[in-house]
């Protein structure tokens, strides 16, 4: 079964503080993973996708299928990074079904 | 000019009400998808409706009946509602049906059923 694990409820960090928030994957096919993100009061949003190999507002996301991860790094954590971040994984029949993680509050403090 | 509207944005309820959930979307995308939010903060497909056809169709009680006139609009009725339909249920479209598709939210509608 697909199934897509964000094992922090919370991750609170110190503003310039590393960030990592962790996913795993299990799924049987070539997966399509994406990080989307929901700030205070604001809607959610996709920030990147594997597929891109981007940079997003300092984010970087790199898939691993060896340990079926694709965890969300960012160097210097910022104050208004501070939201919920949930990892999602594409399904394979091309419905367009996204499976998310239960989610990860970020939370960056001065 | 909002890309995906819901409304309304809150509804409570009581229990064995009937009630509707609207969402429109303005992008001018293909497909159109429901979520359920739980109080866990857990996001789970419920539907989704490519050019007005249903194409997603998670294990939801037949109480819950998507209906898309227009490729525009998807709405969501849910029939004798109960205590455990309390959530936030969000709307969604993107472009294509396909995986690679980003996906555009509405606000969510947080149905609260006493």
């Known amino acids: 079964a697909q199934r897509v694990t964000q094992p922090e409820k919370l991750l609170s960090v110190f503003k310039g503080a590393p960030v990592e928030l962790k996913c795993n994957y299990s799924y049987s096919g070539s997966p399509e993973l994406f990080w989307y993100v929901q700030y205070s009061r604001q809607r959610l949003q996709l920030l990147l996708r594997?597929?891109s190999r981007e940079s997003i507002k300092g984010f970087t996301a790199d898939l691993n299928k060896g340990e079926t991860s694709f965890h969300l790094k960012k160097p210097f954590a910022q104050e208004e990074d501070s939201a919920m971040y949930y990892c999602?994984?594409?399904?394979?029949?091309?419905?367009?079904?996204?499976?998310f993680g239960q989610g990860t509050t970020l939370q960056v403090k001065p | 000019d909002t890309a995906v509207s819901q409304t309304p944005k809150y509804l409570v309820t009581q229990m064995g009400n009937d009630k509707s959930i609207k969402c429109e979307q303005n992008?001018?995308?293909?497909?159109m998808y429901w979520y359920k939010q739980d109080s866990k903060k857990f996001l789970k497909i419920m539907f989704s409706y490519n050019n007005k056809e249903l194409i997603i169709n998670e294990t939801v009680p037949n109480r819950f009946s998507p209906k898309s006139p227009d490729k525009a609009h998807l709405n969501l009725h849910i029939n004798s509602l109960e205590l455990g339909d309390s959530a936030v249920y969000f709307c969604?479209?993107?472009?294509?049906?396909?995986?690679?598709?980003?996906?555009?939210f509405g606000p969510g509608t947080r149905l609260t059923v006493t």
């Open positions: 992008l001018g995308h293909d497909t």
């Open positions: 594997h597929i």
């Open positions: 969604a479209s993107s472009q294509e049906s396909g995986g690679l598709s980003e996906q555009y």
């Open positions: 999602a994984l594409s399904h394979s029949s091309n419905t367009g079904k996204l499976i």
